[in-house]
């Protein structure tokens, strides 16, 4: 059974720089195709896309966001951070990660997801 | 990037209803093509990827169709647990985009 879970603190400031975590469970980042990624929900809107990090190393970035974002994976310890700088409050959602595999279903396992704030 | 426009943005629709929803793509996606469906509070799921093919233990009332740049998703008799918000994705290029959402409430 694939688990996901986002954690991280809930709220920063305009300007810091966000780090979140993702541990997982029932997959290895270490088998094919499989991959990681990054998404987020401001409240009342749609789904974004922000960043994916694949078995092989492979990284994929949202293009408006690609300089503020950076994506590791510990296979070892089964986790995947992502840090976003110069944090802002239009950057308040909920954030989430989940798991990939090409091929096959798209995000296909999610985390609860984890609501950060941004304010001063 | 490719947009993703789901049409209705809203839908009200009975207990034992049939329902559609469409996605229209900005250009062609070939296959490429999910839906999501998510209740208040919760973590999107998966239902359907690659236009038709179902998710692991999501049920055959949902079905996909479509090719290109038009999608619809279809959910056949209706039960409570169904009325949520629907999502679309591409994933035929990056960056992965999402539409913007179909609520599914009930009458």
């Known amino acids: 059974q694939i688990t996901l879970k986002e954690s991280g603190p809930t709220l920063v400031k305009p300007t810091q720089t966000l780090t979140l975590t993702c541990s997982f469970s029932?997959?290895?980042?270490?088998?094919?195709?499989?991959?990681v990624g990054w998404l987020r929900q401001p409240p009342g809107k749609t789904l974004e896309w922000l960043a994916l990090?694949?078995?092989?190393?492979?990284?994929r970035f949202s293009a408006s966001l690609r300089s503020r974002l950076t994506i590791t994976k510990d296979t070892y310890k089964n986790q995947v951070v992502l840090t976003m700088t110069n944090m802002d409050p239009v950057d308040t959602a909920t954030y989430y990660c989940?798991?990939?595999?090409?091929?096959?279903?798209?995000?296909?396992?999610w985390g609860q997801g984890i609501l950060v704030t941004v304010s001063s | 990037d490719i947009q993703m426009t789901q049409s209705p943005s809203s839908l009200s629709a009975s207990v034992g209803d049939r329902v559609t929803i469409t996605c229209r793509a900005s250009?062609?996606?070939?296959?490429?093509l999910a839906w999501f469906q998510q209740r208040p509070g919760k973590a999107p799921r998966s239902l359907i990827y690659?236009?038709?093919r179902l998710q692991s233990g999501v049920p055959s009332k949902f079905s996909g169709s479509g090719s290109g740049t038009d999608f619809t998703l279809t959910i056949s008799s209706l039960e409570p647990e169904d009325f949520a918000t629907y999502y679309c994705?591409?994933?035929?290029?990056?960056?992965?985009?999402f539409g913007q959402g179909t609520r599914l409430e009930i009458k």
């Open positions: 989940a798991h990939r595999k090409l091929g096959g279903p798209q995000f296909d396992n």
């Open positions: 029932g997959f290895s980042l270490d088998s094919n195709q499989v991959g």
């Open positions: 990090i694949y078995w092989d190393d492979d990284e």
């Open positions: 250009q062609g996606i070939g296959i490429y």
């Open positions: 690659d236009v038709s």
């Open positions: 994705q591409q994933y035929d290029s990056y960056p992965l985009t």
